[in-house]
């Protein structure tokens, strides 16, 4: 079982299936899912957008629907001072 906080992603044709390999940059959250990095890849961009217009339109690229929903509840909780003034701007779900 990984780590608290690590989620290793299910096996498939180009996942490795010993958790213990090593990994490079190109396997986070392809192969190996780290919770704490998408938190800091929203914390950043939450404070990018503070600094510069919260309100402009912004493209946030991620690799699976899983890795998708996980930014989107991460984006949410480092702004959910907009969400709770306005709960409209809230992230919604995707649809499977």
């Known amino acids: 079982m990984p780590p608290a906080g ?19 940059t190109r396997d986070f959250e392809r192969v190996i899912a780290l ?24 493209i946030v690229f991620c690799v699976d629907q899983e890795h998708a929903d996980e930014m989107r509840r991460a984006l949410n909780n480092f702004n959910a001072d907009l969400v709770h003034k306005q709960p409209r701007l809230r992230l919604p779900r995707h649809r499977r």
């Open 6 to 24: 690590v989620r290793a992603r299910r096996p498939g044709p180009l996942r490795p299936r010993n958790p213990d390999e090593e990994y490079d």
């Open 35 to 58: 919770r704490v990095r998408t938190e800091a890849v929203a914390r950043h961009l939450t404070t990018y957008l503070k600094a510069t217009d919260r309100f402009a339109k912004t």
